[in-house]
């Protein structure tokens, strides 16, 4: 049905834009916690949009019910690993940089 291939199409699509962009992120942004948000988006909005995506195409009902059971399992642990390793970070004594160092690196 084209609906369901448009609306997968959609998702799919969606998922591979957070990824790109929370790949960009991991890569450009300037200290540990916001590459670890970057990291985060990428993990639950790529992920789960293309979870999403992929239910749209599965015609087996315990497919969708294995893609259903993954989604939930990756938005209850995703936010809670991201904030556990944030706070490991904290605990160890890394500090996020501050708006004035990041201007003194850009040169602004």
């Not at 609306?7 to 960009?24: E, N, P, T």
């Not at 949009?49 to 019910?65: E, I, R, Y």
Request: net charge negative.
């Amino acid at each position: 049905m084209i609906v369901l291939d448009i609306l997968s199409a959609v998702f799919l699509s969606l998922g591979c834009f957070f990824c790109v962009v929370g790949g960009i992120g991991l890569n450009r942004l300037p200290d540990f916690y916001t590459r670890s948000h970057a990291v985060g988006v990428t993990d639950t909005c790529g992920a789960g949009f293309v979870l999403v995506g992929l239910m749209f195409q599965v015609s087996d009902h315990l497919v969708l019910t294995k893609l259903i059971a993954v989604m939930v399992f990756l938005l209850v642990t995703s936010p809670i690993s991201s904030h556990a390793v944030a706070m490991a970070a904290w605990r160890s004594g890394i500090q996020p940089k501050l708006v004035e160092s990041i201007d003194e690196e850009v040169g602004g």
